[in-house]
T-cell receptor, first 116, second 109 residues
Framework: SQTIHQWPATLVQPVGSPLSLECTVE??????LYWYRQAAGRGLQLLFY??????ISSEVPQNLSASRPQDRQFILSSKKLLLSDSGFYLC???????????????FGEGSWLTVV | QQPVQSPQAVILREGEDAVINCSSS?????VHWYRQKHGEAPVFLMI?????EQKGHDKISASFNEKKQQSSLYLTASQLSYSGTYFC??????????FGTGTSLTVIP
């Protein structure tokens, strides 16, 4: 069966410090991978998605970047965190197909980031 | 591109019914429904793939009106465990997956 893990689960970082959140998927190959952010009491904002190694699409201009160094590994990074980067970050995956019409999206456990 | 949900929040007593609506300005190819408890990842409830489809399990069901670009989630005889935030979601041919604005549902005894 397929599983998805992300870490760390909780992070408190000072403004201006770097960030690295990591996500891995097991039990499948060539998945589509996603990073979402959820501010407190808000909805899920799509940040990045990837359909293959080295292929990253950004949804909104921001202080963050994403990389996919391996097929089932997705990393969210920042060189200098801002207070507005605080939130709940979720990694997710779907089966790798050419479109998402019938795919279900599965989430990791989430990472709480507080920038102080 | 984000679907809009209504209402934003609803409070129910146990046993009452609720309807959550999801509307998109673009064609919905499919609709997914998720429930999220505070501090946890969203959990998949169901997917509807074509216009006119209705689906359900236990006392939670959903409909998909493809022509109107809308979907509705129906919660019948609500239980305390139904509390959480409900999101609709939609995928497209471009591999993006967007979630709705969310509806906070609170069931009280």
């Amino acid at each position: 069966s397929q599983t998805i893990h992300q870490w760390p689960a909780t992070l408190v970082q000072p403004v201006g410090s770097p960030l690295s959140l990591e996500c891995t998927v097991e039990g499948t190959s060539n998945p589509n991978l996603y990073w979402y952010r959820q501010a407190a009491g808000r909805g899920l904002q799509l940040l990045f998605y990837s359909v293959g190694i080295g292929q990253i699409s950004s949804e909104v201009p921001q202080n963050l970047s994403a990389s996919r160094p391996q097929d089932r590994q997705f990393i969210l990074s920042s060189k200098k965190l801002l207070l507005s980067d605080s939130g709940f970050y979720l990694c997710a995956w779907t089966r790798g197909t050419t479109h998402l019409v019938g795919n279900t999206i599965y989430f990791g456990e989430g990472s709480w980031l507080t920038v102080v | 591109q984000q679907p809009v949900q209504s209402p934003q929040a609803v409070i129910l007593r146990e046993g009452e019914d609720a309807v959550i609506n999801c509307s998109s300005s673009k064609a919905l190819y499919s609709v997914h429904w998720y429930r999220q408890k505070h501090g946890e990842a969203p959990v998949f409830l169901m997917i509807l793939l074509k216009g006119g489809e209705q689906k359900g399990h236990d006392k939670i069901s959903a409909s998909f009106n493809e022509k109107k670009q809308q979907s509705s989630l129906y919660l019948t005889a609500s239980q305390l465990s139904y509390s959480g935030t409900y999101f609709c979601g939609t995928g497209n041919t471009g591999n993006q997956f967007y979630f709705g604005t969310g509806t906070s549902l609170t069931v009280i005894p």
